[in-house]
């Protein structure tokens, strides 16, 4: 038997009201991380593998960029978010495998956000 862990299920960011080009639109230099590929937590910590990245360049998205990850504090980080899109969206997920105990089924929904001051590393 296993003694019983916390799991995560459903994750989900309401969404706020700013569109996606007046977010973009203010950002000199950044990256978007498009998508998600992964992500893992360890207590307070994570690191998010985005799917996708793209360099955004005065206020547009330019090219593709290699893989990014995010990593951090997700207190700090959750501080850091200063806009909320209004383009919610959902989808089915994938598994949570926690301790070893995979898949458990999850899901997860959300509209664009900004996080300023992320750390964010590539390979």
């Known amino acids: 038997f ?3 862990i916390v799991r995560m299920t459903n994750t989900l960011i309401e969404p706020g ?3 996606f080009d007046d977010m973009i639109g203010e950002i000199k230099e950044g990256i978007y991380a498009k998508n998600w ?3 893992t937590t360890s207590m307070e ?3 998010f593998s985005a799917g996708e990245a793209y360099r955004i360049h005065r206020g ?3 090219e593709l960029l290699r893989p990014v990850v995010l990593t951090g504090n ?3 980080t959750l501080e850091n978010i200063d806009a909320i899109g209004d383009d919610l969206e959902m989808n089915q997920g994938g598994g949570c495998g926690k301790g070893m105990q995979y898949p458990l089924p999850v899901s997860n929904g959300s509209p664009h956000i900004r996080i300023q001051r992320c750390l964010v590393g590539g390979r």
């Open 2 to 4: 296993a003694l019983p």
């Open 17 to 19: 009201s700013v569109s």
């Open 37 to 39: 590929y992964g992500g």
């Open 45 to 47: 910590m994570f690191t």
């Open 60 to 62: 547009k998205v330019a």
């Open 74 to 76: 997700v207190f700090v």
